[in-house]
Nanobody, 124 residues
């Protein structure tokens, strides 16, 4: 089992920045890929960014490319999402997820463990 706890959400004006963090604990000896997903009101959950176990391979959905950066620190068992130039359409609940296998994964079904989510609200 892996437990994930997100933090760093909040209310920010359009154009501002936020940094989300996710601490994972439990069976950390397994090579987990990590991902950030979001669910906006009335919309399906979508992948925002993902990173492989090493941290060197990443994926970003097109709408956040160039604005968001995913990173991980395997010594501290954390994964972060730096969000800049935020837009109103980034408003959503953001979830951290962990999946075994180690490679970058972009589909929710590939992830076994999920955090409780953190709300990000961007005012326009």
């Amino acid at each position: 089992q892996v437990q994930l706890v997100e933090s760093g959400g909040g209310l920010v004006e359009a154009g501002g920045s936020l940094r989300l963090s996710c601490v994972f604990s439990g069976r950390t000896n397994i090579k987990y890929a990590m991902g950030w997903f979001r669910r906006a009101p009335g919309k399906e959950r979508e992948v925002v960014a993902a990173v492989d176990w090493s941290g060197f391979s990443t994926y970003y959905t097109e709408s956040v490319t160039g604005r968001f950066t995913i990173s991980r620190d395997n010594l501290k068992n954390t994964v972060s999402l730096q969000m800049t130039s935020l837009k109103a359409e980034d408003t959503a609940i953001y979830y951290c997820a962990a999946g075994p296998g180690g490679v970058v994964m972009t589909t929710p079904g590939s992830y076994d463990f999920w955090g409780q989510g953190t709300q990000v609200t961007v005012s326009s």
